[in-house]
């Protein structure tokens, strides 16, 4: 599966640190959520710890109004891949989240990552 995200909040995988605990990236992350990503009022409403690549792993979900006023929902996927944590995200309208949230099943089950 081949997903071309419109702006590069959408999906992402990106390097968020290097040689860190899981829980100490989902820290990171979840203070980047409520502190200084470009979103308002955002509630974290579940973090769950999985294996994704055989390392440890977790999905972070949250809800936020982006800066447009427009209401979202989202999920994080955060794991470690040669000493640095990776992301992969999935932003939705809050009204279509359960359209678009078994794409992130998707993509989490047909990923794969470059050594």
């Given at each position: ?65 982006r800066t447009s006023g427009i209401a979202t929902h989202g999920i994080e996927r955060l794991w470690d891949h040669n000493g640095k944590t990776l992301e992969l ?27």
């Amino acid at each position: 599966m081949i997903v071309r995200p419109s702006t590069p909040q959408k999906l992402k995988a990106c390097i968020a640190s290097a040689n860190t605990t899981i829980e100490a990236a989902v820290a990171g992350a979840q203070s980047y959520l409520t502190t200084v990503a470009p979103l308002k009022n955002v509630r974290i409403t579940s973090t769950t710890y999985v294996t994704f690549f055989g390392t440890p792993a977790a999905d972070i979900e949250y809800t936020a109004v982006r800066t447009s006023g427009i209401a979202t929902h989202g999920i994080e996927r955060l794991w470690d891949h040669n000493g640095k944590t990776l992301e992969l995200t999935l932003t939705a309208n809050a009204s279509l989240w359960q359209k678009y949230r078994p794409v992130f099943d998707q993509l989490t089950a047909s990923a794969t990552v470059a050594p």
